[in-house]
């Protein structure tokens, strides 16, 4: 609002009105536009953020409704169906269109962005088309991307020692698969940002090679094995090398929380802290996390009658379990435990396990073809943990409560199974049985109408036409 003059126009409903009620407006262009045009002064972070949202939003849509003209003399009765005539248009006003057709301009750009790779040694990304991966391999261009070409302008040129790897496009331009200074000095190089692309902090050495980029220049940024080395000691990791050179923080405060817990937790809810903390929260030294606390998560298998050994087996092998179902990788946290000691009670029971799925598979399967079950919930999972070869070799998929799926997850699964096994066939020619019922849960809409849920569901997915019932 504006400030307060103190100076009150009128009143209505024993309200009193001021200048503090009128939007801010700016007389000049109202007087360019001939319209009121609300002027509001972008002073914070979230103000501009909300502006920016606007790009993300899409075109302007309209919910429209199909109609049967009927004829003149008889009364006209509109059957409007909701959900059956359900339209998600996009909506071009006369005066969009008459934009669209001056070729006015759309949007500017004032600054040019360039994307950094960013990965680890022989783990550029290949593209090539379908049955031409040998010849893809054997081209020398697939290897040199911006940043072997920023190690290769390290050793070639010294005057590039004092950037960094995000402040090279300001001065060179990567052209024919290396980096070439620029020829003049314009507001070319001024009105250009690099970018390192950003990596998830589940892929650990990647997320702390691009770490280490962000403070290693010259010399120190020659290799990827040159990356390794601090102050004349080399590392067996980037995130060893990262912790020295200060760029990540230690596990006090990981460290204190455990602490804190382990006073009060029981040993399974303690374990399963250990793994948020893991997954979620990227500690320093998780190792060292899990070696400070390990007797206070063991106590419960002590409690068992296991020695010391054996129920640091045991932790270990559940809290890898926790720590798979979260959809990360074990190894890249804590050692792999020894199976070997484990107790018959746990053996005898995967077997039980083993039994009733043989069981269950023979009066499913007369052919014994490979079948597999899965929900939504963890076919992400799923499909991030058994290997390409297993999912060729599946000639039957189960798939449980599968209305409660988006019609995306069914066609992207569609899309797999075409992609791996090469037939252009529904589901790659496999047999897919979807079980549930319709009655209970949809699928989640975040603020949609009944209308939207309704087309999220596996009914209006394009490959929902394949399959037919069965009592």
């Known amino acids: 609002r504006r400030n307060n003059s103190n100076k009150t126009h009128f009143a209505r409903n024993n309200i009193q009105v001021n200048n503090r009620f009128v939007v801010p407006y700016n007389s000049f262009l109202s007087l ?25 939003k899409g075109y302007d849509c309209a919910r ?51 994307m950094l790779s960013i990965h680890l040694k022989d783990g550029q990304s290949i593209f090539f088309e379908e049955n031409q991966a040998e010849n893809a391999l054997r081209r020398e261009s697939v290897a040199c991307t911006t940043l072997t070409a920023y190690f290769d302008l390290n050793v070639s040129d010294s005057s590039a020692h ?4 995000q402040d090279i496009p300001n001065h060179y331009v990567f052209k024919n698969k290396k980096w070439v200074k620029r020829s003049t000095v314009s507001h070319y190089g001024e009105k250009t940002i690099g970018r390192i692309i950003s990596v998830s902090p589940r892929d650990v050495d990647l997320y702390h090679l691009r ?26 990791t980037y995130k060893d090398v ?3 050179r200060g760029l990540i923080n230690d596990s006090n405060e990981w ?29 320093a030294n998780p190792l060292q996390l899990f070696e400070d606390f390990k007797e206070n998560m063991i106590e419960d298998f002590i409690q068992q009658g296991n020695s010391v050994e054996k129920s640091l087996k045991l932790c270990i092998n559940d ?21 070997e000691d484990i107790s018959d009670r746990e053996n005898n029971l995967v077997n039980c396990i083993v039994d009733d799925n043989n069981l269950l598979w023979n009066d499913l399967n007369s052919d014994q073809l490979l079948a597999t079950d899965t929900n939504y919930f963890n076919i992400i999972s799923w499909l991030s943990q058994i290997k390409k070869e297993f999912l060729k070799s599946i000639d039957l998929l189960i798939w449980n409560e599968a209305p409660m799926a988006p019609g995306i997850a069914l066609e992207i699964v569609d899309l797999i199974f075409r992609d791996l096994i090469g037939v252009q ?30 087309a999220s569901t596996i009914k209006k997915s394009s490959v929902w036409p394949c399959f037919k019932y069965s009592d």
């Open 32 to 56: 360019k536009y001939n319209a009121h045009i609300n002027v509001e002064l972008c002073s914070t972070v979230k103000a501009i953020k909300y502006i920016n949202k606007y790009i993300t």
């Open 64 to 114: 429209i409704g199909v109609q049967v003209n009927a004829n003149d003399n008889v009364e006209k009765v509109v059957d409007y169906d909701e959900i059956k005539q359900y339209l998600n248009c996009r909506y071009i006003s006369s005066q969009e269109a008459a934009w669209h057709l001056q070729d006015f301009p759309i949007h500017g750009q004032s600054h040019n962005v360039v």
């Open 162 to 165: 004092q950037y960094l790897y």
């Open 211 to 236: 770490l280490i980029l962000f403070s290693a220049k010259g010399p120190d940024a020659t290799s990827f094995e040159n990356l390794n080395n601090f102050n004349g000691k080399t590392y067996s």
């Open 242 to 244: 990262a912790r020295v």
């Open 255 to 283: 460290h204190n929380c455990m602490y804190k817990a382990s006073s009060y937790m029981m040993p399974k809810c303690l374990r399963s802290l250990l793994v948020t903390i893991i997954c979620h929260c990227n500690p």
């Open 319 to 339: 809290i890898k379990m926790e720590i798979h179902q979260n959809g990360f990788d074990f190894n890249q946290f804590l050692p792999l435990p020894n199976f």
């Open 425 to 454: 066939m529904p589901f790659g020619g496999n047999v897919v049985v979807l079980g549930g019922d319709f009655r209970q849960v949809l699928p989640v809409v975040r603020k949609g109408s009944r209308c939207a849920i309704i």
